[in-house]
């Protein structure tokens, strides 16, 4: 026992010593929340837009005041000719044009319809989506609240509510998402730089050589890994919290709980890495491209599992940071105890599980 | 020197990787309190060799006993009787000599205590007690050379495997750095060193002499300048490499 506390006490000594991981260590956590909370978001804000009315009419005015005035849309030219709408793109501020079609409020009178069209930037897709469904909702909302007035004789009216994020605040879904990457960051990218760095620098043979059996020396590593990790998990649910009030519905407890699961997986992978490489930069090599991006593509962090192609779904189900996002999705937003995630749960325990098999029969006990 | 009790045994030693025979049927004795040199080219086969000894690794086959214990069931036993130095440098940099000393003298579980007054004596002995707590990335080679040959002794094993030791390091320090060996000898530690610098093959008591997995010869250095009408050590070891036709670089 004592010579393992003076291997852990060892460890602790690298760690602090060695000021610019401790920067990346806590510093990377705090940098990626505040970058991920408020940098990118799915909301849009004024986005530019341009008004190409041909009617000029009380119909459109009150229809553009409406839109520009929901806080979504800013206007940035009034167009008067159907040449500008090329030129108002190509200048990069407009996303978006409407036209009204002339004689807009009478047609809208005599015939029951008018002609709005909406032009998109479609160069980033996902933006012009966006926004073209705002413009249609704002435009649908006007007809509909003026049509009340009329009391037509059929009307179906829609209500929406959008459960346990009523804002659709995007950094519900980053602090889980930024969560699973961190830690499975930390944990396996240290430990394996760590654990090559022995074998690199020769003092690994040293180890083997000695009293100490290698599963202390592989536990030994991990320990000092686990605590840091830990504060980190904690760190990120805090400034979830205070900064962008992220709220932690569930058991305060199975989260942490399961953040300590998903922290054991991520150094067991770690291990796992340092197993076949015995050298820094290439374990590092591997953690970064075998870690951060499926971590980031195919979690269901960004990109929605569901929209995906079958043989990518199938890859996302190989990928531990979904079922832990699930996870803490569930008990953080929805309040849902062990009952609901019990399968996640047993899915990363199980991963946990062969990581630390695999890496037991790699890790070279005897170095050739 | 007791020569009736053999400290390391070795009968038939096998060690293959794939076709290659790295050590061709290994066969000495090493006598409790002697420094014995194991000598060859690069590529000769002395690092497997005393990476087998050392538990590091496995042997195809052979009979092979440490300080008295099986290599085969007996490891735990052997693990806490040596002291192992290797060729790469094997101290912490970003540690201070105080604590590299208290971290190795830790993991062959020294008590705290011991581990205090041993240091005190340790840097004493080598004038480095004012610089305990400086980092080992700031010392010059020769003084961590020194360092941790010491720390490899620190538990004070019966045996201390040091592989290649002074690889690297200019002649004076080497000439320092083997009188530590020879004092650690006179203090009743038996010390099995690879090299391959024929003149420090003169400072061993006996040597053995690998070529291509093979030992060739295997006799105190007197005897086999003798024995092979030699000047030095370097001219028995280029007969010797030339006699099995094989090209090697000295």
């Known amino acids: 026992m004592n010579r393992f506390r003076g291997f852990v006490r060892k460890e602790f000594h690298h760690i602090f010593r060695d000021k610019q991981t401790l920067l990346i260590l806590f510093g990377m956590p705090i940098a990626q929340m505040l970058i991920f909370g408020f940098v990118i978001s799915n909301e849009i804000r004024n986005v530019g837009i341009a008004v190409f009315d041909q009617s000029h009419d009380a119909v459109t005015q009150k229809i553009t005041d409406k839109i520009l005035s929901s806080g979504y849309f800013l206007l940035e030219y009034d167009i008067h000719s159907q040449n500008e709408i090329g030129q108002a793109f190509r200048g990069g501020k407009v996303k978006e044009v409407i036209i009204f079609a002339p004689e807009f409020a009478r047609n809208l009178e005599k015939t029951g319809t008018a002609n709005v069209q909406i032009i998109a930037d479609a160069s980033d897709a996902n933006l012009a989506n966006l926004i073209t469904i705002y413009t249609t909702g704002i435009i649908q909302d006007y007809i509909n609240k003026s049509n009340a007035q009329h009391s037509m004789p059929m009307q179906i009216v829609t209500e929406v509510r959008m459960l346990y994020n009523e804002q659709m605040k995007g950094v519900f879904l980053f602090v889980p998402g930024i969560m699973a990457l961190i830690l499975v960051l930390i944990s396996a990218q240290m430990t394996s730089i760590s654990i090559a760095r022995e074998k690199e620098m020769g003092t690994m043979e040293v180890l083997l050589v000695s009293p100490l059996k290698p599963i202390q020396i592989i536990i030994g590593k991990v320990v000092p890994y686990v605590l840091l990790s830990f504060i980190n998990a904690v760190t990120i649910l805090l400034l979830g919290y205070f900064v962008f009030g992220v709220p932690v519905h569930g058991s305060v407890v199975l989260l942490l709980a399961e953040c300590m699961l998903y922290i054991l997986l991520a150094l067991s992978l770690g291990i796992l890495i340092s197993s076949v490489t015995n050298n820094q930069l290439v374990a590092m090599m591997i953690s970064a491209m075998a870690l951060m991006l499926p971590v980031i593509l195919l979690s269901g962090f960004i990109f929605p599992i569901e929209n995906m192609p079958k043989i990518l779904q199938w890859l996302c189900a190989l990928m531990p940071p979904k079922y832990f996002i699930t996870i803490i999705k569930n008990i953080m937003l929805k309040n849902t105890g062990l009952l609901y995630v019990w399968k996640e749960t047993l899915i990363l325990c199980g991963f946990t599980v062969l990581f630390i098999l695999l890496s037991v029969k790699k890790f070279k006990i005897r170095l050739e | ?250």
């Open chain 2, 1 to 250: 020197m007791n020569n009736s009790t053999p400290i390391i045994r070795v009968r038939n030693l096998v060690k293959k990787f794939g076709d290659f025979v790295a050590n061709d049927h290994l066969t000495f004795d090493v006598f409790s309190g002697e420094i014995f040199g194991f000598l060859g080219a690069n590529g000769a086969g002395k690092t497997t060799a005393i990476r087998i000894l050392c538990g590091l690794s496995k042997p195809t086959s052979g009979e092979i006993s440490v300080a008295g214990f099986n290599i085969y069931n007996q490891t735990e036993q052997i693990k806490r009787s040596i002291g192992y130095m290797s060729q790469k440098f094997s101290l912490y940099e970003d540690l201070t000599i105080a604590e590299n000393i208290r971290f190795y003298g830790g993991i062959y579980g020294l008590k705290r205590k011991e581990i205090k007054t041993q240091t005190a004596i340790l840097l004493e002995k080598l004038g480095m007690n004012d610089y305990r707590d400086q980092l080992i990335r700031d010392l010059p080679l020769g003084w961590r050379q020194k360092l941790a040959f010491s720390v490899a002794i620190f538990h004070n094993p019966k045996i201390v495997f040091l592989d290649e030791p002074t690889s690297g390091v200019d002649p004076i320090t080497r000439r320092q750095f083997w009188n530590l060996i020879y004092e650690a000898a006179h203090n009743g530690i038996t010390v099995f060193v690879t090299t391959h610098y024929m003149d420090e093959a003169e400072y061993c008591d006996r040597i053995s002499m690998m070529v291509d997995g093979q030992i060739v010869a295997l006799d105190s250095p007197g005897k086999l300048i003798q024995t092979y009408n030699a000047a030095n050590m370097n001219e028995v070891f280029l007969k010797l490499a030339r006699s099995s036709l094989t090209e090697v670089k000295a």
